[in-house]
């Protein structure tokens, strides 16, 4: 719920924008910040590496797919 409310603050104040919504009425990705953020965010916590070393590149691949899949979703002509 805090990722939720800070992303309709940085919509409000114009940080940020959503172009691409599930449900077109509403300023934030409602659906997608309450079912695929947090699930993402479980599956990278159920499956992150045991050893430190190991975590970085995990997590730094993590946030990279879910920028590629971003940057698909608004721009479908480079797919």
Known sequence: ??????CFVFVSIGFYS???RLIPMSPIPIIEMFT????????????SPSKWGW???????MV????????????????
């Open 36 to 47: 695929v953020i947090p699930f993402y965010v479980l599956f990278g916590v159920r499956y």
């Open 18 to 20: 959503f172009p691409a």
């Open 55 to 61: 975590k970085i590149p995990f997590y730094w691949g």
């Open 1 to 6: 719920m805090t990722g939720a409310f800070l």
């Open 64 to 79: 990279h797919i879910a920028m590629l899949l971003e940057i698909f979703v608004l721009f479908p002509q480079l797919r």
